[in-house]
C-alpha cells in the first residue's frame, strides 16, 4: 500500500540530512520533491500545491529545537498535515435507527458486495449486531448470488426478492422484515453501473427517500486514483453520502485517492478494505494512514489486531506451556491459525516500523503457511503432543500424507524445535525481568 509514494517521499527528505538547521531554500527543495511524489501518486494538483503551501509556512515558522533534526521536524509537520488533509480524526459509522440502515452506493466493479459482507461481519463480530444483508441489485443475478455466498461465509442473513424489479419496494420490505425477525441492522446492496448516469442516480436517490438511511457509504475502488475522487463527488452532489469506503487497497494503488477524496467531498473515510477475507476490513485512522505512508509502519493498529484474536487469558495459559517446556504441534498451529485472522501478511509486515521495506519484495501471501498446516495436520494426535516420538518412519508417513516431501518435513520439525527453544528464552527472560523489578522495590 503506497508503496511508491512512501519511496519517493523518502527519497525527498534526504534533501535535509545533515543540514544543520531549517531554510527557506532547503525547504523548498524538498517540498518540490514532496509535491512530485504526491502528483505522482494521482493527487489533484492544487491539493498537492495548498499541502506543500501549508507545510512550508509551519516548517519556516517554527523554531527548530537544537536536540530535533530538521529533517526530522519536517517529516513530523508533513505527517500532521497529510492526517489533517485526510480528515485528521477518525469517523465512526451511525447506528441509531431501529433497524439502523446502511445504503452503500458505488460503480459496478468498485467492490460494493464485498464490501457489504465484510461490514456486516463487522458489525456483528465487533459491534455486537444483528445485521441483515439485502440484496437491492435487481439488474445483475450474479450480485444477489454472490451476496448470498458472503452472508453464508459470515452466517448473516440475506434477504432477497428475486422475481420482483422493484429496488425501493425491496428495501422497504426488507426494513419491515428486519423489525418483525429482531434484526437491529440493515445493509442494503444497490446496484452499481458502468459509468455515473441519470438513471442510477434517480434510483439511488428513490431508495434514500424511501428508507431515509442513518447512513450512506459511497465504496470507491482506490485503484482508479483521481477518477474515483471525480466520481465521489458526482455521488455525493446527489446522495449528500455520510462516508467514504477505499477499497482494494492491496492493489497496485497509488494512494492519489485516500489523500484527495476528504479535500474534494468533505466527507471522511470511514473504512479501507483490502482483500477477499471477510476479516479484512479495517477503520480509517488519518494520523496511523499518514505514519504508514511516511514510511514509518503503524504498531498501534498491529497490536490492536493482535488484541483481537488473543485474550489475556489464552496468553497466560501458553506462557505456562512454554515455561514447563509442554508447547506442541497442537499450539503451534493454533498460532498460526491467529496470525492468518489477523489480515494479509504482507499487509501485517507494512506495520511494522522498518520492516515493510524490507520484505516488499519477498513473495508473501495467505498461502505461506498452507504447506506447514498440511504437514502438522497430517500428524496424528499423539504425534502433535509428543514432537520427540517423531522418527524417520513417521516423517516418510507425514511427508505423504501432507503432500510434501521429507525435506519440508524435517524442516519444518527444526524450525519448531528453534521457535520452541526461543520462546523457551523469552519466557526466562521475563522471570528474571520480573525477578530484578521486584528487588528493585525492596
Known sequence: MFENLSDKLERAFKTLKGEGRITEVNVAETLKEVQKALLDADVNYKI????????????????????????????????DELAELMGGETADISLKG??????????????????????????????????????????????????????????????TE??????????????????????????????????????????IA??????????????????????A???????????????????????????????????????????????????????FHPDRMATRILGMGDIVSLVEKAEE????EEARKLQKKIAKNQFDFNDFISQIQQIKKMGNLKDLASMIPGVGKSMRNLDIDDEAFKSTEAIIQSMTPKERSNPAILNGSRRLRIAKGSGTDIQKVNRLIKQFDETKKMMRMM??????????RNTQKR
Request: net charge positive.
Open 98 to 159: 431501529n433497524p439502523a440502515v446502511i445504503l452503500i452506493a458505488g460503480l459496478q466493479g468498485s467492490g460494493k458486495t464485498t464490501f457489504s459482507g465484510k461490514l456486516s461481519n463487522y458489525l456483528k463480530t465487533k459491534k455486537g449486531r444483528s445485521p441483515m444483508l439485502v440484496a437491492g441489485d435487481v439488474y445483475r443475478p450474479a450480485a444477489i448470488e454472490q451476496l448470498k455466498i458472503l452472508g453464508g461465509q459470515v452466517s448473516v442473513p440475506v434477504y
Open 427 to 436: 519466557t526466562d527472560k521475563t522471570k528474571v525481568a520480573k525477578m530484578m
Open 162 to 203: 428475486e422475481e420482483n424489479k422493484n429496488p425501493v419496494m425491496i428495501a422497504e420490505n426488507a426494513i419491515k422484515h428486519a423489525r418483525l425477525h429482531g434484526f437491529n441492522t440493515v445493509i442494503i446492496d444497490t446496484a452499481g453501473r458502468l459509468a455515473v448516469d441519470q438513471e442510477m442516480m434517480n434510483e
Open 48 to 79: 498537492a500545491k495548498n499541502f506543500t503551501e501549508k507545510v512550508k509556512e509551519k516548517a519556516l515558522g517554527m523554531n527548530v529545537l537544537k536536540s530535533v533534526k530538521p529533517s526530522d521536524m519536517l517529516i513530523k509537520i508533513t505527517h
Open 229 to 283: 475522487v471525480n466520481t465521489a463527488k458526482e455521488f455525493n452532489d446527489r446522495l449528500d453520502f455520510h462516508g467514504v469506503v477505499l477499497t482494494k487497497l492491496d492493489g497496485d494503488t497509488r494512494g492519489g485517492a485516500a489523500i484527495s477524496v476528504m479535500s474534494v467531498v468533505k466527507k471522511p473515510i470511514k473504512f479501507i478494505s483490502s482483500g477477499e477475507k471477510m476479516e479484512a476490513l479495517d477503520i
Open 206 to 227: 428513490a431508495i434514500k427517500k424511501a428508507v431515509n438511511p442513518d447512513e450512506i457509504l459511497f465504496v470507491v475502488d482506490s485503484m482508479t486514483g483521481q477518477d
Open 309 to 312: 484474536q488473543y485474550s489475556e
